[in-house]
């Protein structure tokens, strides 16, 4: 079974900082990919974030040259920086990752989620 557990939201005024974790644990194999997707009130879930195996990487425009995200292949883990943050980012936060192979085969993983608050 595999589990993506998260951390790091929190609350933090327009401006600050916050730093997202996901770490995924169970018999992995290995994972293509993995990201970060946020989700507002009355909204869609949208991509935030993502980096492959290989780093990668792939921003929203409304993210890029904000937030940063990198991983550690060896603890399988995610992270998500979070610079100047702006009120319009509050959303709760999901950790994916995307075509996890496993003794069971392949399969998309959800965390369960982070809210993150900016207050403005």
């Known amino acids: 079974q595999v589990q993506l557990v998260e951390s790091g939201g929190g609350v933090v005024q327009a401006g600050g900082s916050l730093r997202l974790s996901c770490a995924a644990s169970?018999?992995?194999?290995?994972?293509?990919?993995m990201g970060w997707y946020r989700q507002a009130p009355g909204k869609q879930r949208e991509l935030v974030a993502a980096?492959?195996?290989?780093?990668?990487?792939n921003y929203a425009d409304s993210v890029k040259g904000r937030f940063t995200i990198s991983r550690d292949n060896t603890k399988k883990t995610v992270y998500l920086q979070m610079n100047s943050l702006k009120p319009e980012d509050t959303a709760v936060y999901y950790c994916?990752?995307?075509?996890?192979?496993?003794?069971?085969?392949?399969?998309?993983?959800w965390g369960q989620g982070t809210q993150v608050t900016v207050s403005s």
């Open positions: 994916n990752a995307d075509r996890t192979l496993t003794p069971s085969g392949t399969k998309n993983y």
């Open positions: 169970g018999s992995i194999f290995s994972i293509n990919a």
């Open positions: 980096i492959t195996s290989g780093g990668s990487t």
